[in-house]
Structures are given as structure tokens and as C-alpha cells.
Nanobody
Framework: QVQLVESGGGLVQPGGSLRLSCAAS????????MGWYRQAPGKQRELVAT???????NYADAVKGRFTISRDNAKNTAYLQMNSLKPEDTAVYYC???????????WGQGTQVTVSS
């Protein structure tokens, strides 16, 4: 079993910044991909960014140049630094871990990010 605990969401004005954290615990394994996804009201959940054990990253076009994903392998924690936030970034942000060796995924409970003046 794997548990994911997210933190760092909140209300921010347009142009502001937030940093999300996702701490993983349990049987993670040594090779895994961590990612952030988001779901706005009335929309499907979409990829924001992923980071592999090798630290290679992937970003959605909508966040490139504004968001940065990183990880601390010693702490089994992934981060999402979000800068230059826009109202359209408003969503519930979910953390996901893909355990490559086991071929399964686990999701966090989600954290709300609201960008509004």
C-alpha cells in the first residue's frame, strides 16, 4: 500500500505563486514516476507535470515556463512550484505515483488551488 499526502494549496491572486508538496509513504519501490494532475469544475482531470526517478520531466503546454516539478528522493516527496498563476489554473490538484515495478497507480486526496482577485 502507498499513501500520498498533499499540501500547499490555497487562494492566490493572479500573478502569484504557490508551492504544492506530495509526500509518499509505504511500499513505493525504487523506480517510480510522480505526477501532478488537476481537475477544474466541469472538466476532465488533466496532466500538469510528471517527474521520473531519473528526474526527467514532462509538462503540459499550458504550464510550461510557469510551473516546475521537482522531487526529493530521500524524502519520497514531489513538489510543484507554480508561478505566474492565472485564473484558469484554478482546480483541484492531485498527486499521483506510478510504481513502475508493480504497474499500478495511487492518487492523493487532492488540494484546492484558487486563483482569483
Amino acid at each position: 500500500q502507498v499513501q500520498l499526502v498533499e499540501s500547499g494549496g490555497g487562494l492566490v491572486q493572479p500573478g502569484g505563486s504557490l508551492r504544492l508538496s506530495c509526500a509518499a509513504s509505504g511500499s513505493i519501490g525504487s523506480i517510480y514516476v510522480m505526477g501532478w494532475y488537476r481537475q477544474a469544475p466541469g472538466k476532465q482531470r488533466e496532466l500538469v507535470a510528471t517527474i521520473a526517478s531519473s528526474s526527467s520531466t514532462n509538462y503540459a503546454d499550458a504550464v510550461k515556463g510557469r510551473f516546475t516539478i521537482s522531487r526529493d528522493n530521500a524524502k519520497n516527496t514531489a513538489y510543484l512550484q507554480m508561478n505566474s498563476l492565472k485564473p484558469e489554473d484554478t482546480a483541484v490538484y492531485y498527486c499521483k505515483i506510478n510504481r513502475v515495478a508493480f504497474g499500478d497507480d495511487y492518487w492523493g486526496q487532492g488540494t484546492q488551488v484558487t486563483v482569483s482577485s
